[in-house]
C-alpha cells in the first residue's frame, strides 16, 4: 500500500476579485489515492483545481505538494510531476489527435515520444482516431484526447505524480466513463494520486477512495463514499431529494427523486393573489 | 470531408518546394522590370565573366538586389509575425494590423508627411532622410507596446484585453492618420496615399542596413518560441500546466512583433494580407506545429512578397503598382477561395 502523503491542503482561503471563492479549505491526498471532489455548480471544485494546478497563486505554506511548499516548486519540476485537465480546452487549429497528444511530452526523443503516444491511444480506446483533426472530432472523442495529452506529460516519470482532472467524463457516453474510470483506477494503484471533480455522484461513489463534498466554497462533508453521499447531505448540499441505497459491491447508489414541493410557484394551499381576483382555481403541480 | 485521416507534408519535401519557389522568385525578380536582364547575363555577373557592362552592373546591384533582398526580408517577417500572433492569440484571423503596429506606424508616417514642413520642421531636420521610416517605426512600436501595457494587469497580460486595447488604439490611430489627411495639400496627399498602399520601388542598401537587423532579430528569434505557442493552442492555462513561463512568451512575442513589423512597415509602408494568408495556407501543408511553421512562413512570405513585387512591376510597364494593391488583389480572392473550398467540401 502507497501511503506517502503527495498534496496537503491547509487552511486554504482565496479571493478573486473580492469575492471568497474558497473558503478555509484542508484536506490531503496521499499516493495511490483517488478521490473525487462533488458539489454543485459553483462550490468552488474547478476554482480549487485551478489553484493547486497553479493558475491561482495561493499563499506560501498553504499548499504542500510532495511535502514541499508548492510556490517553491520549478516550473519545470511541476511538469514533469503535476498534470491538470482543464474543464474545457477548445482548439481553433488543424491539429491531429497524435499531433496534440504529443504537446503532453514536448521534449522527449521521437521514438520514446511515439511508443508513449501509442500506449495512451490504445489505453484510452482512441487509436482508430490517431491522424483525425482534433476540431472534427466529437466532445467526448476530444475529452479522451485531451487526458490522453494530459496523461502523456506524466507517463513513465518517476513519483511523485499528481493528476488533477476538472471533469475529464462530462462529454462521455457511460460505457466511455466507466472505462476511463477504471484507467483512473488502475493509474492510482500505479502510484499516481488523483483529485478528480465529477458531477456525477454515482460514478464518484463507484470508483473513489473517498469523496469531498464541497458546498459554498467550503468542505461540507469528506470521507468514504457511504459517509458522504447521504439522503441529509444530498440534501443539505444540492437541495436534492434521494433515496441512497448501498450497493451489494460496497458502494452507495445515489436515486435522485422527483421534488416533492413541485413547481417553485406553488404556495401550497393558500389561494394565490389572481385566483382571489378572478374565483377560477388553477391546478397546483405536485 | 473534414473527418478524413490527415496526412502532412514531409517537411523536407515542403521546405525544398518553398525553397525552389524563393529560387524562382528571384531569379523572375532581378531579370524582370524595364531594363532587361537575361539568366545568361546573372550567369555571367556571378562568374565575374563581365562584359563591362556599367548599366547593367549598376541595375543589378543598386536596384534589384536591394529591392530583392527587402521584399524577402519583409514578406518573411510579416509572414512570421502572423503565425506568432495567430498562435498567440489562438486565432487563425489574427494579423500584425490587430495590435496596433501597423496603425501607430501609418498615424507616424503620415504625420511626417503632411506636417514634414510645418509642424515637425524640427524632427526632419533632426532626422534627415530618415525622418519617414524613423518616425514609423517609434510610432509602430510604441502603439503596440501601450496596447500591451493597457491589457498589463496585476502581472499578468490578458491576451482578449490586448484584442480590445488594441481594436480601440486601431481606431484612434486611423482617426489621427484621418485627420491628417484632411489637413494634407495634394502633394502630401498623394505621398501618403503611395505610402498607405505599400512599395519596395525605393528600396535601397541603406533601407536593409537600417530595417534588416530588426527584421533579422525576429526571423532568428521567433523560432525559439514555437514550443510554447504549440501549447499556446490548447489555451494558456495549459501552456503553464505544460511547464512554459506563459508571461515571457506573451512578451516575447509581442516585442517581436513591434519590432519586426514595425522595423519593414517603417522602409516599405503598408502591405497587407501576407500575415494573414500565408500561415493560413502553410497550416494546411505543414500542419499547426509552429516548429515547421515557422520556417515555412519566413520562406512563404519572402517568396510570396517577391511574386507580387514582380507583377506590380510588369502589370502597368513601365509605371508601377503599389505593391500594397498586388497583394490585397491577390490575397484577398484567394482567401474567398480557400475559405469556400474548405465551406463547400
Known sequence: MHQKPLLNVNNLDLWLAKQQILDDISLSLTQGELVALLGPNGAGKSTLIRALAGEVRVPAQTVRFDGKDMNQWSRAALARHRAVMPQKVDLQFPMTVEEVVALGRPRENPTQRRRIIRALLARLDITHLETRLVPTLSGGEQQRVQLARVLAQVWDRPDPRLLLLDECTSALDPAHQQQVFQQLRQLASEGFGLLVAVHDLNLAAQYADRLVLMKAGKIFAEGPPASVLTEQHLREVYGLESRVELLPEGYPLVIPQRPRTGHPTDLGGQPLPWERLTGVEYRRIV | ?345
Not at chain 2, 24 to 35: D, E, K, P
Not at chain 2, 70 to 75: D, E, N, V, Y
Not at chain 2, 133 to 141: E, K, V, Y
Not at chain 2, 254 to 265: E, K
Open chain 2, 1 to 345: 470531408m473534414h473527418t478524413e485521416d490527415v496526412r502532412r507534408l514531409q517537411a523536407p519535401i515542403g521546405y525544398g518546394a518553398l525553397l525552389a519557389l524563393i529560387a524562382g522568385a528571384a531569379v523572375l525578380a532581378i531579370s524582370s522590370g524595364a531594363y532587361p536582364v537575361t539568366v545568361a547575363d546573372l550567369a555571367r555577373m556571378i562568374t565575374g565573366n563581365v562584359a563591362n557592362d556599367s548599366t547593367a552592373q549598376f541595375v543589378l546591384w543598386e536596384v534589384r538586389l536591394p529591392r530583392l533582398l527587402l521584399g524577402l526580408l519583409t514578406g518573411a517577417v510579416l509572414a512570421v509575425s502572423g503565425a506568432l500572433l495567430q498562435g498567440l492569440f489562438r486565432n487563425p484571423l489574427a494579423d500584425p494590423g490587430l495590435i496596433g503596429v501597423s496603425s501607430g506606424a501609418a498615424l507616424a508616417a503620415v504625420a511626417v508627411i503632411v506636417l514634414g514642413g510645418s509642424g515637425l520642421a524640427g524632427w526632419t531636420a533632426l532626422t534627415g532622410r530618415w525622418a519617414l521610416p524613423l518616425a514609423a517605426f517609434i510610432g509602430g512600436t510604441v502603439t503596440t507596446l501601450l496596447a500591451w501595457r493597457i491589457a498589463h494587469r496585476q502581472g499578468q497580460t490578458s491576451v482578449a484585453l490586448l484584442l480590445l486595447a488594441g481594436i480601440a488604439i486601431n481606431a484612434i490611430a486611423g482617426a489621427g492618420t484621418g485627420l491628417l489627411t484632411y489637413h494634407a495639400d495634394d502633394n502630401a496627399l498623394r505621398s501618403l496615399t503611395f505610402w498607405t498602399m505599400g512599395s519596395l520601388a525605393h528600396a535601397q542598401w541603406q533601407d536593409l542596413w537600417m530595417a534588416g537587423p530588426w527584421m533579422l532579430v525576429t526571423l532568428i528569434i521567433a523560432p525559439l518560441l514555437a514550443r510554447p505557442l504549440d501549447a499556446f493552442l490548447l489555451g494558456e492555462p495549459v501552456a503553464g500546466h505544460l511547464g512554459y513561463s506563459t508571461a515571457w512568451v506573451k512578451r516575447g512575442a509581442i516585442l517581436l512583433v513591434a519590432l519586426g513589423v514595425g522595423a519593414a512597415v517603417a522602409v516599405t509602408g503598408l502591405i497587407g494580407f501576407v500575415g494573414l494568408v500565408v500561415p493560413h495556407l502553410l497550416r494546411q501543408l505543414f500542419g499547426a506545429g509552429h516548429r515547421l511553421l515557422l520556417p515555412a512562413c519566413a520562406l512563404g512570405g519572402g517568396a510570396l512578397l517577391v511574386i507580387a513585387d514582380c507583377l506590380a512591376r510588369v502589370i502597368v510597364a513601365p509605371a508601377e503598382l503599389p505593391i500594397g494593391l498586388v497583394m490585397a488583389l491577390l490575397g484577398g480572392p484567394f482567401f474567398l477561395a480557400l475559405l469556400m473550398r474548405n465551406r463547400f467540401s
